[in-house]
T-cell receptor, first 111, second 115 residues
Framework: GDSVTQMEGPVTLSEEAFLTINCTYTATGYPSLFWYVQYPGEGLQLLLKATKADDKGSNKGFEATYRKETTSFHLEKGSVQVSDSAVYFCALSYTGNQFYFGTGTSLTVIP | KAGVTQTPRYLIKTRGQQVTLSCSPISGHRSVSWYQQTPGQGLQFLFEYFSETQRNKGNFPGRFSGRQFSNSRSEMNVSTLELGDSALYLC??????????????FGPGTRLTVL
């Protein structure tokens, strides 16, 4: 079946450090891939997405590349800020179908 | 424009009771999906409604049901509450629910506690 596996958290980084959050997926077809972010007390917000292999999604300094050969969609940011502290969810979906979410990775950035 | 709103934000119920949660999508959106978020299971899809019809359903028991009204507002109902139903319930709205081209906007959620 379809599923998403994220690296376990929590992750704690100092401000301006490099961030990588690993995400791999198992899919029976050709899904779109997403990263969502959840700030404390809020719902999920779309951070970026990629709809086909080799696409790169990017937003607010974050980026992720859809790698079909390694079934991965790792999230990266070159220099994190305190305001990036949140829970990050990797997800996949097919057209007209529901999301399959990973378990989430909590990120804390300390000044 | 206004975002997705969910009411109430917090609920406390006892086992055996039933509960109704409400979701108002962004104006113009016709697709509403519901998710259950728990620390143990993460985010799990409950169901999706589009133009008042249930279009997709996750793997939850029949105690979980929903509906959508002509103005696209949606409600979900949980009957005979169990302790394990304690969770954050999130709804998401979109124009047509096509995940590849349509951005899903999530509400802040309703925190349900079952005692």
């Amino acid at each position: 079946g379809d599923s998403v596996t994220q690296m376990e958290g929590p992750v704690t980084l100092s401000e301006e450090a490099f961030l990588t959050i690993n995400c791999t997926y198992t899919a029976t077809g050709y899904p779109s891939l997403f990263w969502y972010v959840q700030y404390p007390g809020e719902g999920l917000q779309l951070l970026l997405k990629a709809t086909k292999a080799d696409d790169k999604g990017s937003n607010k300094g974050f980026e992720a590349t859809y790698r079909k050969e390694t079934t991965s969609f790792h999230l990266e940011k070159g220099s994190v800020q305190v305001s990036d502290s949140a829970v990050y969810f990797c997800a996949l979906s097919y057209t007209g179908n529901q999301f399959y979410f990973g378990t989430g990775t909590s990120l804390t950035v300390i000044p | 424009k206004a975002g997705v709103t969910q009411t109430p934000r917090y609920l406390i119920k006892t086992r055996g009771q039933q509960v109704t949660l409400s979701c108002s999508p962004i104006s113009g959106h016709r697709s509403v999906s519901w998710y259950q978020q728990t620390p143990g299971q993460g985010l799990q899809f409950l169901f999706e409604y589009f133009s008042e019809t249930q279009r997709n359903k996750g793997n939850f028991p029949g105690r979980f049901s929903g509906r959508q009204f002509s103005n696209s507002r949606s409600e979900m109902n949980v009957s005979t509450l169990e302790l394990g139903d304690s969770a954050l319930y999130l709804c998401a709205s979109g124009f047509d629910g096509d995940r590849a081209r349509d951005t899903q906007y999530f509400g802040p959620g309703t925190r349900l506690t079952v005692l």
